[in-house]
């Protein structure tokens, strides 16, 4: 997941923000802090509006996965356009400097400190270790620590998309792109379609959870989420490759917002029946509210770059620092949850506004925290490791 597009020369231009990037990662981690606040915590009355939207908070990942899927694809495609080829090993040990020191650091509090656990049980180490948690979840009895689930769908991207663009490009043409991007479009939705008839709908009939099932077969998978890691490499392929229709696109900001906008009410609308397995309703929105979604995040994308009076919009006070610590406040937002109960019991019972305040600030240390004296130290080395480059699009911060 990547917050912000930055622009580098070889030698000494200063590193360049865009607002709108770090508006919609901001965007994206509050989103998830605020569904899961939402879900473990009864926050009392709320207006219904303010209900619906906090259950759909969980979006937010997957607009993680098209802000990453746009950054990181290009960051690898760019050297491309200079008629140079990318290497596999420096784009890895980028990738691994960026996300693993801070996740290993998380699970190693995980398996060697029970208090810091969210629940009782969590899955075996290697499960963690070899990025599978999402594969092989077990969401009835080990819950801690599950929301690395998207970190190993991030892991698994940054495995397999490279390889597969220096296949393309052995020998490139758009209608391989176009070929490549509607099948992968719609082994998504054939996927999924088996994993609900085939899987999760007999499992239903036997009188398991739902929800467990929905979660193993439908959520967690990879295959459930390249719809946005897909979209956000095709805007990245437009960017480099097209910069006469990218440049059109941007120049339509508030299209793009209003029709991105209008089209996420669509969805929230599709998945609000997600849990009615046995409807119509229920059934698309599992199948196909994955893609929907995707588009409107894509065009929410677009507007969040786009030039003129549209980008003031996305220039929020705070979204600069919120979007740093966003792979560090995904990583400890969960856990903190149940932290903050222990350590101030009563405080929730007291005032419900006093202890949403302490959480929140909670989350903010202890994610600066693991910032400074994890994040920051291999960012360093990992400058210290690479060589001079041209001017590129880089990530960065990464994570779930």
């Not at 190993?152 to 597969?164: D, G, Q, R, S, T």
């Not at 176009?178 to 999760?200: E, K, P």
């Not at 390249?226 to 508030?254: E, H, I, K, N």
């Not at 677009?302 to 705070?318: D, E, Q, T």
Request: proline share 6%.
């Amino acid at each position: 997941m990547t917050p912000s597009l930055s622009a580098r020369s070889s030698a000494s231009h200063p590193e360049r923000r865009v607002a709108g990037l770090d508006a919609l990662r901001s965007l994206a981690i509050v989103s998830v802090i605020a569904y899961h606040l939402h879900v473990f915590h009864d926050l009392g009355a709320l207006p219904k509006w303010l209900e619906n939207t906090l259950q759909q908070g969980w979006m937010g990942v997957d607009l993680f996965f098209v802000l990453s899927g746009f950054l990181i694809g290009a960051q690898f495609l760019r050297p491309y356009t200079l008629a140079r080829t990318p290497a596999l090993w420096p784009f890895y040990r980028d990738r691994i400097f960026r996300i693993l020191p801070a996740y290993f650091s998380i699970l190693a509090l995980y398996l060697f400190v029970p208090l810091w656990r969210e629940t009782g049980q969590m899955s075996p180490a290697w499960k963690f270790l070899t990025m599978t948690e999402n594969i092989f979840p077990d969401e009835v009895m080990n819950r801690a620590f599950s929301h690395a689930w998207s970190l190993c769908v991030e892991m698994h991207f940054y495995l397999i998309f490279p390889v597969v663009v220096l296949l393309m490009m052995r020998r490139p043409s758009w209608q391989k792109t176009a070929f490549l991007a509607s099948g992968l479009a719609l082994l998504g939705l054939a996927i999924r379609a088996c994993a609900f008839f085939a899987c999760v709908q007999p499992l239903m009939q036997t009188g398991r959870p739902y929800g467990y099932d929905f979660m193993a077969f439908l959520y967690y998978p990879t295959y459930s989420h390249c719809d946005g890691l897909l979209m956000g490499v095709l805007l990245a392929v437009l960017m480099l490759f097209r910069p006469a229709l990218w440049s059109a696109l941007t120049q339509r900001g508030l299209e793009c917002l209003l029709a991105g906008t209008i089209l996420l009410g669509v969805s929230f609308w599709i998945f609000a029946s997600k849990w009615h397995p046995t409807t119509p309703s229920g059934i698309f929105g599992t199948i196909a509210g994955p893609l929907v979604q995707s588009v409107a995040m894509g065009l929410l994308l677009i507007a969040s770059v786009a030039s003129g009076r549209i980008a003031r919009l996305f220039k929020i006070p705070g979204c600069g620092t919120i979007s740093t610590l966003a792979y560090t406040l995904y990583l400890v937002h969960k856990e903190l949850l149940h932290l903050v109960d222990r350590v101030f019991p009563a405080l929730f019972r007291w005032n419900r506004l006093a202890w949403v305040a302490v959480y929140v600030a909670s989350c903010l240390l202890c994610a600066l925290a693991l910032h400074l004296g994890i994040e920051r130290p291999f960012l360093r080395l990992r400058s210290r490791l690479r060589q001079p480059r041209l001017t590129q699009l880089e990530p960065q911060v990464e994570g779930g």
